[in-house]
């Protein structure tokens, strides 16, 4: 947390358009309506919302990056949604599971809140990347893995 809240000033230089291919593959295989609720867990400064045409709510545990957003974002972690169970027709998670404190926990809450569709990226290079592909199988039906540069993207269900 700390890393990103001292980033926060040049996060959107460093990674926006790396992430945004990323977005756009997950955006382009979940067949998003705009009667949809979506949740983007790890948002950062919420860029990735701004792709989506639909209802739409970003979480950051950073304050300095939800500062930085022109979207109204929510400060909070993965491991505790202040959210109700499966209000949400799609969630996901771009480059961020690896960030979390509690992997089974964050993964559990997500789809608690989740009611249809999810999509997430996994950096392939980090050390929790067998543990983090395995959970997501284990937790939601993945209907299509698309290997991307740097991550691993998941599409599925729940």
Avoid: W
Wanted: net charge positive; aromatic share 8%; glycine share 6%.
């Amino acid at each position: 947390m700390e890393f990103y809240n001292k980033i926060a000033n040049g996060y959107d230089e460093l990674y926006k358009e790396e992430q945004l291919k990323k977005i756009r593959i997950i955006k382009d295989n979940l067949n998003v309506k705009k009667t949809d609720f979506l949740l983007d867990v790890g948002t950062g400064t919420g860029f990735a919302l701004e792709l989506f045409d639909c209802k739409k709510i970003g979480i950051d545990p950073s304050v300095e990056l939800l500062k930085k957003s022109k979207l109204p974002l929510i400060k909070g972690k993965a491991e505790c949604l202040p959210f109700p169970n499966n209000i949400f027709d799609i969630v996901i998670s771009v480059t961020a599971i690896h960030h979390f404190d509690d992997l089974e926990e964050g993964i559990s809450e997500i789809k608690r809140v989740a009611k249809d569709r999810v999509g997430f990226s996994l950096l392939k290079k980090s050390p929790k990347f067998e543990k983090i592909k395995k959970l997501i199988k284990k937790n939601f039906k993945i209907k299509k893995e698309i290997n991307e540069e740097k991550d691993l993207i998941m599409i599925g269900t729940i």
